[in-house]
């Protein structure tokens, strides 16, 4: 299993970037696909997930209304558009893949994988 992220780079405040992360290597049928981050010094932290099940999104309260969480299920790739990038921002983008369980079905995964990361710089 792979999962390859791409898309990330160095803009500028309020400008836009798109991160695509394909998954291959089996099916994920039923799985959730998540991108969290993870700045210099700091803990890991969630940003936004997409239930293949139902469509159903969530994001993190630092990016709501800003960011936008996408699939396409047959190419089995996730999206994260990022609009209105605050230097906050800055940080290694992991893509993640699966089991999504509980009430908190955004963040907990079992049978999980996960991307190489993306540097998305945001200068101010």
């Known amino acids: 299993v792979q999962l390859q992220a791409s898309g990330g780079g160095l803009v500028q405040a309020g400008d836009s970037l798109r991160l695509s992360c394909a998954a291959s290597?089996?099916?994920?049928?039923?799985?959730?696909m998540a991108w969290f981050r993870q700045a210099p010094g700091k803990e890991r932290e969630f940003v936004a997930a997409v239930r293949r099940t139902d469509g159903s999104i969530y994001y993190a309260d630092s990016v709501k209304g800003r960011f936008t969480i996408s699939r396409d299920n047959a190419k089995n790739t996730v999206y994260l558009q990022m609009s209105s990038l605050k230097p906050e921002d800055t940080a290694v983008y992991y893509c993640a893949v699966g089991l999504g369980y509980g009430s908190n079905w955004w963040n907990t995964f079992v049978d999980d994988y996960w991307g190489q990361g993306t540097q998305v710089t945001v200068s101010s």
């Open positions: 290597g089996r099916t994920f049928s039923g799985y959730v």
